[in-house]
């Protein structure tokens, strides 16, 4: 495909259970975040890996969240025991790591935790 | 570290005319990136144009332009000749490049009434 892409596109889920998010970055692209953007407002750094290496996850609320992206192209976002205050959208976006350093975004999932 | 700020929540201007959308910046970085990100209700984040710091020259993408004001750290986002497709969310964001995730400001709501 041209574009990232993210799947599921929504995701209810109840209090306590586990999830996990899907990302397919651009082919070729070594670079790969993911960002929370709660309602209303702009994203939210979470983590940075350069192909297979996670070199930042500063930005992970707590150690319910957890990313992996084994072979250095789909990476999987997985929280686990949601609570409500993980409701937000998650968007991964890709880029190269030289250049001009713009990311490109996919379509992002809504989670909603009841 | 870095902080954006965007400090209109919402606009709205009547089809075909310009209106501009601000924002300030404060890094610490000596070289750094910055970016206008559209949203739309779908949405799927979008790049609208990006510019160097180190580049004097204002980037200019059609329709869009920016006025990068590099010692007053602002950064301003012109749409000429504007569009009902133009309505979204325009988020304004930095990034230091590299590993570094993007800052983004909260968002500007621009309405482009018929």
């Known amino acids: 495909g041209a574009g990232v892409s993210q799947s599921p596109r929504y995701k209810v889920a109840k209090r306590g259970q586990d999830v996990a998010l899907r990302c397919d970055p651009i082919s070729g692209h070594v670079s790969l975040f993911w960002y929370q953007q709660a309602l209303g407002q702009g994203p939210e750094f979470l983590t940075y890996f350069q192909n297979e290496a996670q070199l930042d996850k500063s930005g992970l609320p707590s150690d319910r969240f957890f990313a992996e992206r084994p072979e250095g192209s789909v990476s999987t976002l997985k929280i686990q025991r949601t609570q409500q205050e993980d409701s937000a959208v998650y968007l991964c976006?890709?880029?190269?790591?030289?250049?001009?350093?713009?990311?490109?975004f996919g379509p992002g999932t809504r989670l909603t935790v009841t | 570290a870095q902080t954006v700020t965007q400090s209109q929540p919402e606009m709205s201007v009547q089809e075909a005319e310009t209106v501009t959308l601000s924002c300030t910046y404060d890094?610490?970085?000596?070289?750094?990136?910055l970016f206008w990100y559209k949203q739309p209700p779908s949405r799927q984040m979008i790049l609208v144009i990006r510019?160097?710091?180190?580049?004097?020259q204002n980037a200019t993408e059609n329709r869009f332009s920016v006025n990068f004001q590099k010692a007053a750290k602002s950064f301003s986002l012109k749409i000429s000749d504007s569009q009902l497709g133009d309505t979204a969310m325009y988020f304004c964001?930095?990034?230091?490049?590299?590993?570094?995730?993007?800052?983004f400001g909260k968002g500007t709501h621009l309405i482009i009434q018929p």
């Open positions: 964001a930095s990034t230091g490049g590299g590993a570094d995730g993007l800052t």
């Open positions: 976006a890709s880029s190269f790591p030289t250049g001009g350093y713009e990311q490109y």
């Open positions: 510019q160097e710091a180190y580049k004097q």
């Open positions: 890094t610490s970085e000596n070289n750094y990136y």
